[in-house]
């Protein structure tokens, strides 16, 4: 079955990186989705990645993927106290369906 | 026009009452979605339309009840809702064939 796992919380300091972490099962997806959800709002599409791609760069925002391993992360540089929120990773099948990520919350410290 | 908007922003409804929320996009996409998120968890998929026909609903209760008028409307009509059924619904789109999904901003909804 499909099972995505993400660290449930990470708190960093303004001006830090942050890194977020997602290990998924399912290996057939062509492309990997990073979503952000701010409090009471709708989901964000941040950024995507195709299957054969390692490392896609987009401004702060770093995706990287090792197909090996089954492991996605977001890099986000010069963290900002507005990037607090919680970030999903997500995958589509052939079937329309996203599979998200359990999610994880981000906290940003002044 | 790139957004996806939904109506009402908020909604409060007793367990007898009907009420409908709605989903409008300008984008083009032909496939729309409904999705419920409880607090602190993903967003789970409740149906999928593609081309204005249904073509996925995943085991919902019949109280709920979605309708796609065409291509940039998609409504998800509600009837005899129970307490748990308080969540955010979202809606979302996207291009058919394309998985990146845009979402609305969604609609709380409260079941006393």
């Known amino acids: 079955g499909e099972d995505v796992e993400q660290s449930l919380f990470l708190s960093v300091r303004e001006g830090d990186s942050s890194v977020i972490n997602c290990t998924y099962t399912d290996s057939s997806s062509t492309y990997l989705y990073w979503y952000k959800q701010e409090p009471g709002a709708g989901l964000q599409l941040l950024t995507y990645?195709?299957?054969?791609?390692d490392m896609k760069q987009d401004q702060r925002l770093t995706v990287l993927l090792n197909k090996k391993d089954k492991h996605l992360s977001l890099r986000i540089a010069d963290t900002q106290t507005g990037d607090s929120a919680i970030y999903f990773c997500?995958?589509?099948?052939?079937?329309?369906?996203?599979?998200f990520g359990s999610g994880t919350r981000l906290l940003v410290r002044p | 026009d790139t957004e996806v908007t939904q109506t009402p922003k908020h909604l409060v409804m007793g367990m007898t009452n009907k009420k409908s929320l709605k989903c409008e996009q300008h984008?083009?996409?032909?496939?729309m979605y409904w999705y419920k998120q409880k607090a602190k968890k993903p967003p789970e998929l409740m149906f999928v339309y593609s081309y204005e026909k249904l073509s996925i609903n995943e085991s919902v209760p019949s109280r709920f009840s979605p309708e796609c008028p065409n291509s940039s409307l998609l409504n998800l009509h509600l009837h005899a809702l129970q307490p748990e059924d308080s969540a955010l619904y979202l809606c979302a789109s996207s291009l058919r064939g394309r998985n990146e999904q845009f979402f609305g901003p969604g609609t709380r909804l409260t079941v006393l």
């Open positions: 984008m083009g996409h032909r496939a």
């Open positions: 997500a995958w589509g099948d052939s079937s329309y369906k996203l599979i």
């Open positions: 990645i195709f299957s054969n791609m």
